[in-house]
Nanobody, 124 residues
Framework: QLQLVESGGGLVQAGGSLRLSCAAS????????MGWFRQAPGKERDFVAT????????YYAEAVKGRFTITRDNAKKTVDLEMNSLKPEDTAVYYC?????????????????WGQGTQVTVSS
């Protein structure tokens, strides 16, 4: 089992930055893949970024590539998403997700554990 709690969301102006953090508890964190997804109002939940346990593999959605960075600290059991040059279209609820596998995936169905989400609002 893996419990995930996100933090760090809020309101920011376009062009600004935010850092989301996901705190994990449970033994399943060891060896797991972690990811971030987001869901804008009236839309489906979309992939944002993912990272493997060793931090040697990362994937990003095209919409965030070059602006967002995913990192993890296995000793602290945390996964962060650094978001820069934010745009109004980045407004969404951001979810942390965990996968009981060693290979990252961009598919939502590939993740077994989910946090409750944190709201990010980018004003124009």
């Amino acid at each position: 089992q893996l419990q995930l709690v996100e933090s760090g969301g809020g309101l920011v102006q376009a062009g600004g930055s935010l850092r989301l953090s996901c705190a994990a508890s449970g033994s399943t964190f060891s060896g797991s893949v972690m990811g971030w997804f987001r869901q804008a109002p009236g839309k489906e939940r979309d992939f944002v970024a993912t990272i493997n346990y060793e931090s040697t593999i990362t994937y990003y959605a095209e919409a965030v590539k070059g602006r967002f960075t995913i990192t993890r600290d296995n000793a602290k059991k945390t996964v962060d998403l650094e978001m820069n040059s934010l745009k109004p279209e980045d407004t969404a609820v951001y979810y942390c997700a965990g996968r009981s596998d060693t290979l990252p995936t961009t598919r939502e169905s590939g993740y077994d554990y989910w946090g409750q989400g944190t709201q990010v609002t980018v004003s124009s």
